[in-house]
Nanobody, 122 residues
């Protein structure tokens, strides 16, 4: 079992930055691939970024590729999403997820956090 708790969301002006954190509990955290997804009001949940259990592979949605960086700290059982040059269209609830053999699909992930709200004002 893996439990995930996101933090770091908030209100920021367009062009600003935020760093989201996802704290995981469970001794097997290091075995899981980790992902970030987001869901805006009235829209489906969409993939943002993912990192392999070893940290040597990273995947990004085209919409955030040059603006976001995903990383993980195994010693702290934490995954981060650094977001720069934020845009109003980045406004959404951001969810952290864990899965084995996971990639860019929602169905790849077995465990989910409750999400953290990111609001970008224009």
């Amino acid at each position: 079992q893996v439990q995930l708790v996101e933090s770091g969301g908030g209100l920021v002006q367009a062009g600003g930055s935020l760093r989201l954190s996802c704290a995981a509990s469970g001794r097997t955290f290091s075995r899981y691939d980790m992902g970030w997804f987001r869901q805006a009001p009235g829209k489906e949940r969409e993939f943002v970024a993912a990192i392999s259990w070893s940290g040597d592979r990273r995947y990004y949605a085209d919409s955030v590729k040059v603006r976001c960086t995903i990383s993980r700290d195994k010693a702290k059982n934490t995954v981060y999403l650094q977001m720069n040059s934020l845009r109003p269209e980045d406004t959404a609830v951001y969810f952290c997820a864990a899965g084995m053999g996971a990639g860019v699909k929602f169905s790849d992930y077995d465990y989910w956090g409750l999400g953290t709200q990111v609001t970008v004002s224009s």
